[in-house]
C-alpha cells in the first residue's frame, strides 16, 4: 500500500530549512503533498505579509523533486479537511509545532522533525535588510 504524507507551511524566502524538512518528510512515504499557506492567512495570523506571493511560493514547492502535489492552505482550521480530503497517513510538522497536532492522531500518524538550526526566514529577511 503506498503512503501518502502531507505537510504545511509558508516556504517565504525559500531556504535549506525548508528543502530538508521537504526532504525528510518525502522519506516517510511514497507520495508528499504539500499545503502552501494562503497570503491572507499569514496576514491574518502572523501579521505579515509575505515577500513572495502564494502563487510564487506555490510554483517554487511544486517545482521541487520530492513534491508530488501542492495546494493553497486557506486556514489553520481547515488540517483534519485536508488530511482527509488528501487521504494522508502521516502528517509532518517541524518541530516548532510539537503537540499542536496531536488530535490528529486519531486520523493518521504525526510525525514532528526536528528543525534545521541556525536558519529562519525572519532572520534572512533581517540579514537581507541590514537590520543585524
Ligand atoms: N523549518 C525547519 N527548519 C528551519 C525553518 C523551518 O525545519 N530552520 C520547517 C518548519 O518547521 C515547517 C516548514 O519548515 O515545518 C515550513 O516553515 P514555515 O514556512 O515557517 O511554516 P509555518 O509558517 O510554520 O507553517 O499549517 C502551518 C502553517 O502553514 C504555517
Given at each position: 500500500m503506498s503512503r501518502t504524507v502531507i505537510t504545511f507551511g509558508t516556504f517565504d524566502v525559500f531556504h535549506v530549512g525548508h528543502l530538508r524538512v521537504i526532504e525528510r518528510a518525502a522519506a516517510l512515504?511514497?507520495?508528499?503533498?504539500?499545503?502552501?499557506?494562503?497570503?491572507?492567512?499569514?496576514?491574518?495570523?502572523?501579521?505579515?505579509?509575505?515577500?513572495?506571493?502564494?502563487?510564487?511560493?506555490?510554483?517554487?514547492?511544486?517545482?521541487?523533486k520530492p513534491v508530488d502535489e501542492v495546494f493553497v492552505e486557506e486556514s489553520l482550521e481547515l488540517k483534519r479537511d485536508y488530511i482527509q480530503q488528501f487521504g494522508a497517513d502521516v502528517l509532518v510538522m517541524g518541530?516548532?509545532?510539537?503537540?499542536?497536532?496531536?488530535?490528529?492522531?486519531?486520523?493518521?500518524?504525526?510525525?514532528?522533525?526536528?528543525?534545521?538550526?541556525?536558519?529562519?526566514?525572519?532572520a534572512l529577511i533581517e540579514k537581507i535588510s541590514g537590520t543585524v
Open positions: 512515504g511514497d507520495r508528499l503533498v504539500v499545503g502552501v499557506s494562503a497570503d491572507a492567512l499569514n496576514e491574518r495570523k502572523k501579521g505579515r505579509v509575505p515577500v513572495f506571493s502564494q502563487a510564487e511560493r506555490l510554483a517554487i514547492v511544486a517545482a521541487l518541530d516548532d509545532w510539537a503537540g499542536r497536532f496531536d488530535e490528529f492522531k486519531e486520523l493518521c500518524e504525526v510525525v514532528y522533525l526536528p528543525r534545521t538550526p541556525a536558519i529562519s526566514t525572519t
